[in-house]
């Protein structure tokens, strides 16, 4: 069966600081992966995603970026954390129809 | 026309009680229609789906209503429990939008005890 891991689970980081989430996806080859954002009781923004291996589309212009090193990983990135960078931070795959979402890491930026 | 309009903004159930959400889109090159429930704290979880070529899906207490000549589908929840409370999201997937899901904005239920 599949299976979605997202680490770190919770992160506090200081204004400015770089940022790196992690993603990985089991038991399924050449997923769309996904990366969105939910602010505290808001919906679902989607920020990035990957149809293969180094194809990244940006929804959102913003100071992150993503990355496809290989087939089942997806990283979110960023070089400097602003305020506004704080949210619940998900990553989901899917195949066909069907999405799939990870249990998410909780940013606060500081 | 790339929206999903989801209502209400949040709900109050009596348990027992029958919970209704309603969406509604306009790109008729939709044909994927899932719902998903969330739990604070975790990721949102798919809970049922329709395509447009049926009218009705129904697992256990979860039931979808499909209109599509009012390009309109809702959430029944039988028989609410203190344990739904969640908030519920509805999307849609196909067209031109291809591979990408488009979320509603959500809907928070609370069903009393």
């Known amino acids: 069966s599949q299976t979605i891991h997202q680490w770190p689970a919770t992160l506090v980081q200081p204004v400015g600081s770089p940022l790196s989430l992690e993603c990985t996806v089991e038991g399924t080859s050449n997923p769309n992966l996904y990366w969105y954002r939910q602010a505290a009781g808001r919906g679902l923004q989607l920020l990035f995603y990957s149809v293969g291996i180094g194809q990244i589309s940006s929804e959102v212009p913003q100071n992150l970026s993503a990355s496809r090193p290989q087939d089942r990983q997806f990283i979110l990135s960023s070089k400097k954390l602003l305020l506004s960078d704080s949210g619940f931070y998900l990553c989901?795959?899917?195949?066909?129809?069907?999405?799939?979402f990870g249990p998410g890491t909780r940013l606060t930026v500081l | 026309q790339q929206q999903v309009k989801q209502s209400p903004q949040s709900l109050i159930v009596q348990k027992g009680g029958i919970s209704i959400i309603n969406c509604a889109y306009e790109n008729t090159a939709f044909d994927y229609f899932p719902w998903y429930q969330q739990f604070p704290g975790k990721g949102p979880a798919l809970l049922i789906a329709?395509?447009?070529?049926?009218s009705e899906k129904k697992e256990g207490r979860f039931t979808i209503s499909f209109n599509k000549s009012a390009k309109q589908f809702s959430l029944h929840i039988m028989d609410s429990q203190p344990g739904d409370s969640a908030t519920y999201f509805c999307a849609a997937r196909g067209g031109t939008g291809g591979f990408k899901t488009i979320f509603g904005a959500g809907t928070r239920l609370f069903v009393k005890a």
């Open positions: 329709i395509r447009p070529d049926v």
């Open positions: 989901a795959w899917s195949a066909i129809d069907e999405q799939f």
